[in-house]
Every structure is written in C-alpha cells, then in structure tokens.
C-alpha cells in the first residue's frame, strides 16, 4: 500500500493541530481551524494532524471531526498530506470514523489504541486490521500508552508493518531506545516519528525520521527548521534550535496537553484559549511561564517564516545569532 504524498508525510515536522473552538458558544471553528492550518503549512509543516489527542478529539462529536477534516483539507489544499486522528473505544465506532475521514479528504490515519479497555496484543492487531480494510488509507500506529492505558509491543508493530497494516509509527512513549529496537525488526522502510518534542532530535538520532509536534503549533518554522538541518547535517544548528526550544518544550506540559498549548495560542491571538470541559483553561502562573518561553522566540519564528516565503519551503537558513529579546505577532 502506497502513501499518498509519502516523501512528506513520512518525515520532517508535522503539526498536530489544536481544535479552536468559538468563545461565545463553544462551538468548532473552522475558520480559524483552516488559518491554523495553512500557518503551519507556509512556515514548512510537513504535514498536519487533525483530530488527535492535542486537537481534542475526545471531547468532539463525530459530526464535528468530520467539519474539522474537511476544513483542514479545504485549507490545505493537497500541498501537505492531511493525517486524521481515528481514537474510539470500540473498534465498529473507529472504522466508521476512518471510512469517513477518507471521504473527507484525509490522506493517512493516526489510531491509536481503544482508549479505557485495555485490549490485548491480538485485540490491539485485530483493531488496525478491520480500520485498514475498511478505509484502505496508510496507517500510521499511534503508541500512546499514558493517554490509552496499554502499550504496543515491539513485536507487535513489527508483525503488523510485516502485513503491511502499517506504513509508520508514531511513538509517544520517550523510549530512545527503541528507534534503534524497531529498525532491528522492521528494517530502515519503517517511517518512526516522535510524538514527544523535548526528545524529537535525540529520536532522529537513534533512527527517527520525524516528529509529530505539539510546539510546531506554536513555532512550525522552528520545528520545521530543526528537523531540515538534520537531514542537511547541519549538526551545529540543530542542536542549537533543540537548546532553543527546550523551555517552551517544558512548559508547554506543564498542565495536560493542550491546557498549556490553547494558553499560548490565546496569548499570541491564534485562537481562543479555552479547551472544552472537563479541561479548563491554562492557569495564570502557567501562561506567564508560557509568555517567558516563547517571548525570545516569536522574532525568530516570524524572521524564518518570511524567507521560507521568500525562497520556498525548506529553502531558509536560521541564524545562529540570538533570536532576540520581544515578542512579535504570530499571525
């Protein structure tokens, strides 16, 4: 099975987008939905996720993940791979969600396990199975064991990418060492993305091809710029975008994801601030330690944005002066 747009989907910063919601009603924001989006894609994402843990899936009807699909899609416009979340704890609800995300325009599936029942290692292979033979779009496994309550076994990703369930990993576990584990047991066709920011670099480095990012909300050209100098060897830089980034890295888990990154999204004017309940709004101590995390950033965020405009995507070089000492506009 081939991967619709798979040099990108497959590498490099891909942002998991938040879902906003309206102030006055609650209600979900496409329009910003599709501006947050398309910010991601001209600052160098790679790809975006809709629908997943940091877009609140959890806490949105069927309906509404399916508005947000397509508005991502809509915004988007075909120029990066647009990946769905597919959670439900019943593996008939999750297939269902995963025929129709296709149909509205996504082009790969991140599923996790069934979050609260704790399905066994078959149960867990048997779930992607009957979502990968209902939607025929790539797979990509989402290990997230402090959100689902169960962990996927090594061998058991290696048998479902050996039948082809599977074109890639998303791994939110902060194992380093099991890049290395899964190349030994899936070969270098295995795509592994990190789905943990503050160990995206080191998880490159033990074999990684990407990370499916939290901060890139924030900050894609950052993220984005970390990730290319990476795959240019630019070692120097990339570890100095890693020092960079490494507070806003922590702050941003502070409280329960994406409590913080809503936070910051508000105090930048991306998007209301205020998950849905039964999460609340990020605390007053929390957003000043988020405004002191980005406050240095944002200059050089909106600097390498502009010439990723100027020069194409991927195409712009980070200065290794000091990013500067005030916040910009992050629009």
């Known amino acids: 099975m081939l991967m619709r747009h798979q040099s990108m989907i497959l590498r490099g910063s891909i942002s998991a987008l938040v879902t906003p919601f309206r102030a006055g009603d609650g209600e979900l924001d496409e329009d910003t939905l599709g501006r947050l989006a398309e910010r991601a894609v001209s600052r160098g994402a790679s790809g975006v996720v809709v629908c997943g843990s940091t877009g609140e899936a959890a806490a949105m009807t069927p309906d509404e993940q399916l508005r947000a699909i397509h508005a991502v899609d809509e915004a988007v416009g075909g120029r990066v791979p647009v990946i769905a979340g597919i ?48 939607s025929g779009l790539p797979i990509i496994l989402y290990d997230v064991p402090s959100r689902v309550g169960v962990r996927f076994e090594d061998q058991t990703i290696a048998r479902l990418f050996e039948k082809g369930i ?41 074999g ?29 830089r990339a570890a100095q975008l890693r020092d960079w980034l490494s507070p806003l890295h922590q702050a941003l888990f502070t409280e329960t994801n994406p409590v913080p990154v809503k936070g910051a999204m508000g105090l930048l004017g991306l998007c209301d601030w205020k998950p849905r309940l039964p999460l609340v709004r990020a605390s007053d101590a929390v957003l000043a330690e988020l405004e002191a995390a980005f406050r240095e950033l944002m200059l050089m965020e909106d600097s390498l944005a502009r010439s990723l405009g100027r020069h194409g995507h991927g195409a712009a070089r980070v200065d290794r002066a000091h990013p500067g000492v005030s916040a910009a506009s992050a629009r």
């Not at 297939?95 to 029942?117: D, E, N, Q, R």
Request: proline content about 5%.
């Open 208 to 236: 990684g091809s990407g990370c499916i990012s939290v901060t890139a909300n924030l900050v894609p050209a950052l993220c984005a710029g970390m990730q290319e100098a990476w795959l240019e060897r630019d070692f120097e």
């Open 166 to 206: 599977i074109s890639a990993v998303k791994d939110a576990t902060a194992d380093l060492a099991r890049p290395a584990n899964l190349r030994r047991l899936c070969g270098a066709d295995l795509r592994q993305l990190s789905g943990d920011d503050a160990t995206a670099l080191a998880h490159l480095a033990m």
């Open 87 to 134: 959670g439900a704890p019943c593996t008939q609800a999750a297939v269902a969600m995963a025929a129709a995300a296709g149909k509205c325009g996504a082009s790969a599936l991140l599923c996790a396990a069934p979050p609260y029942v704790r399905p066994s290692q078959e149960g867990l292979q048997a779930h992607l199975r009957a979502i990968g033979s209902a």
